[in-house]
């Protein structure tokens, strides 16, 4: 079932790029049906999960290089699955809505999507350390093409800066993963949850690994890359950057930097609760002054990330005493209902600045005002996932912020007041960009002729809209899938191995 969705889109994108630019129509609609059938797959997939059980399921495996015993094995649990299928999820809308704004290559850009979406569900499938750093660093490769060959003006440097940066970061995770190799004899991941490590070797591997995850997320200082590289990228590739390859950091360190570094995670467990702190409220102040309206969500995006970093290393209460699991357990799907819901939220938020883009063809707040007055239904779409943005009560947003502040609370309280700070900053800055692009007379007649969001606008958002008042309201089937495996990481950690 995962050979089949991870390798189903790519085999499809082969066909498309053979297909050619002059055959536009069936290379959408044979994108399109085959990205709802790797989503119905992901949803059959669902159906059939065992949120009881801790193991991974749907477990694929067979011997691939047997010199390095590297195994081709795939498998997922209850922290893998939720973002497996946010990835199968937004692949089709970012299909779907490419047929707003034509470009270029069109079939190239489509395949470049399809090729992502395979690679992504590979990150979050593999169990074996070398195919995962496999499909890892692939994915550079379509999401630098989408950049560097349909973004603005300034892409091709920040199409390099967001690949030396990423890639650079990955490097030492393989040193990491070679040491490992050298110390259990393959590349199984969980060999490497079991192996025992000293110390000094925990702290080291941690930091390598901290390199590329960090970046990933990305956590401040390591984040100057993701602004330039949103403002540049079409708004397909904004859509994915921020709401799957982002997480794909925070997936890092709760499948490898916990379970196979716990000792060096609870040593260093202070200094990544201030970096997440920093990325919190620091990176929340700069989102304010910001003047481009994809340059302030994707500011804003670092600092929610900072709640998912957070969520995960609160758990030593500043190297005096260690969190129970309890409370650790709350803390992380605190975490993990966080990506899910800015997944989610950044998606949305992505696509309707691609919306009135298509129209006016800039992104600069100051040029927008009294958008209400000809587009009452976008409107009413984009404040609602702004408020959600905002960590409104009801809403995804919320629901993920207050669990990982509720946890924060449990361990030191001066740490949950300053990550409660950021429910104010995120309102100032929601609300300051929907007051000035959202409300107001119009300020020009462009803005009194914008036509009013089409279908295929509008499905895309409508759904997103839905999950995120849903995930809001309800969020216990997605606490349940996660809660066994969540559950069984702590187990795993709060044992030292030393």
Known sequence: MLSIIIFTPILVAIGVALMGDKREGPTYWLSLLSSIFVFALALFMGINFDPSQSQFQFVEQFNWINQFNIQYHLGIDGISYPLVLLTSLLTPIVIVTSRTSPKRKYHQYLASFLIMEGLMIGVFSALDGFLFYIFWESMLIP?????????????????????????????????????????????????????????????????????????????????????????????????????????????????????????????????????????????????????????????????????????????????????SPETMSLAITGSMIQMISHGLISAAL??????????????????????????????????????????????????????VIMASFKINLWIALFAAITLIIGAVYSLWLIKRVIFGEPLNERISGMQEMTMIEALPLATLALLVLTLGLWPAPLVEIMSMSIENLVNHITFSKL
């Open 350 to 403: 992505f696509l309707c600045v691609g919306v009135i883009y298509d129209r006016l063809h800039t992104r600069l707040i100051s040029d927008y005002q009294g958008v209400v007055n000809s587009m009452p239904k976008f409107a009413t779409l984009m404040v609602f996932f702004a408020l959600a943005n905002a960590a409104i009560p009801g809403t995804s947003g919320f629901v993920g912020e207050f669990t």
């Open 143 to 323: 999401m630098f093409i989408i950049i560097g060959l349909w973004g603005g003006k300034d892409r091709v440097y920040a199409t390099v800066k967001f690949f030396l940066y990423t890639f650079l970061g990955s490097v030492f995770m393989l040193i990491a993963l070679i040491y490992l190799y050298f110390k259990t004899g393959g590349y199984s991941i969980s060999d490497f949850h079991s192996v025992p490590l000293s110390m000094r070797e925990q702290l080291l591997i941690f930091l390598a690994f901290l390199f590329a995850f960090a970046v990933k997320v990305p956590m401040w200082p390591v984040h100057t890359w993701l602004p330039d590289a949103h403002v540049e990228a079409p708004t397909g590739g904004s859509v994915i950057l921020a709401a799957v390859l982002l997480k794909m950091g925070g997936y890092g360190f709760l499948r490898f930097s916990l379970p196979i570094a716990p000792d060096a995670s609870a040593y260093l467990a202070n200094f990544m609760i201030a970096l997440s702190l920093i990325a919190i409220i620091y990176i929340g102040l700069v989102a304010i002054s910001q003047t481009d309206m994809k340059k302030l969500i994707a500011y804003s995006s670092i600092s929610h990330m900072g709640f998912v970093t957070l969520g995960i290393f609160v758990f030593y209460n500043l190297g005096i005493q260690s969190a």
